[in-house]
């Protein structure tokens, strides 16, 4: 019962600004492309046609190597002869799968930081921003390389690495909200009730910046899935699983990055438009968070 309650105290205001939301022109666009990609993330391998991984040969038992868009392969073969289009299929879920699970990850490390400063403040507030300035200073790529590096590349690594660095600017923002907060008269009601600071935080505060860390979670999403396309480009990505990035690593490996323009293309694509999809629901989302910004042309 007290569950029940408090999620519906914390859903509230996400519902109120999700129906905001769908008064913009663009996010339903958004929304809509982004479905499309989580439907892909689940049922793309099964919509493969071919598997793969596997070399597909002619009539005569020859490889297929860098036959373009055809009735048979829709977006022809690569450079060992494997089908285009069922590598594009399955690697959805990898970037879908990154991107989200970083991005909550990044929302709950980001948000629990961004809370205990705003609301306890002292040398708590101190020790945490602190924390946080230097999470500002470390560059990206060449810590997400490192940390991967150091581990054994996979998937779960990437993850790790993306959540414990794309958290700085949710965790600021957040304190500066609480802090606001914090100030407020049923904030001091409940404090002279005799209410506890965790339930404090989690009654009265949590559910007014979810909004607020919503909007970091689509900025992570985005984050995210470019972070482990560029690492798998690079070659630090997980060997035993394809992604849009590691299709454009071979690619570029086996000098067709001009030439077989259907190799290339769609995985590049595919990242533009997922990325795109997540930027349409934020750039709307944050219309509603911040009203000030809806007079933007």
């Known amino acids: ?12 205001p996400i519902g109120r600004e999700v129906s905001r939301l769908k008064q913009d022109r663009l996010a339903p666009i958004g929304a809509v492309l982004l479905l499309g990609f989580l439907l ?13 991984r596997e070399v597909q040969v002619n009539e005569v038992g020859i490889a297929k190597r860098l036959e373009p868009p055809s009735a048979q392969h829709w977006l022809g073969t690569e450079a060992t002869g494997r089908d285009v289009l069922s590598q594009l299929l399955v690697g959805a879920r990898v970037a879908v799968l990154v991107g989200f699970v970083a991005a909550l990850l990044v929302v709950v490390i980001g948000t629990l930081i ?42 779960t690594s990437v993850v790790l690495a993306i959540a414990l660095l794309f958290w700085r600017s949710s965790a600021r923002v957040i304190r500066a909200q609480t802090m606001a907060l ?18 404090i935080i989690v009654r009265h505060l949590l559910p007014n910046v979810l909004p607020l860390a919503t909007l970091y979670g689509a900025v992570g999403v985005q984050a995210a899935v470019t972070t482990e396309a560029s690492l798998s480009f690079l070659g630090f990505g997980d060997p035993s699983v394809l992604s849009w990035g590691r299709m454009l ?20 694509l595919m990242i533009t438009l997922l990325v795109l999809s997540v930027y349409l629901v934020r750039r709307g989302y944050e219309d ?8 933007r042309a």
């Open 1 to 12: 019962m007290l569950m029940r309650r408090y999620l519906s105290t914390a859903w509230r």
């Open 40 to 52: 892909l993330a689940i049922f793309g391998p099964a919509l493969a046609p071919y598997d793969p």
């Open 114 to 155: 961004g809370l205990c400063a705003g609301y306890f403040g002292g040398w708590i507030d101190v020790v945490l921003m602190r924390l946080t300035d230097a999470a500002f200073v470390v560059p990206t790529i060449p810590f997400v390389v490192v940390v991967v590096a150091v581990s054994r590349p996979s998937l």
């Open 182 to 199: 914090r100030e407020r008269p049923y904030i001091k009601a409940a404090r002279a009730a005799g209410s506890s600071d965790v339930r």
């Open 249 to 268: 690593q071979y690619a570029f490996a086996s000098g067709a990055t001009r030439g077989a323009w259907w190799w290339v293309v769609p995985p590049g």
């Open 288 to 295: 509603v968070v911040n009203p000030r910004l809806r007079s």
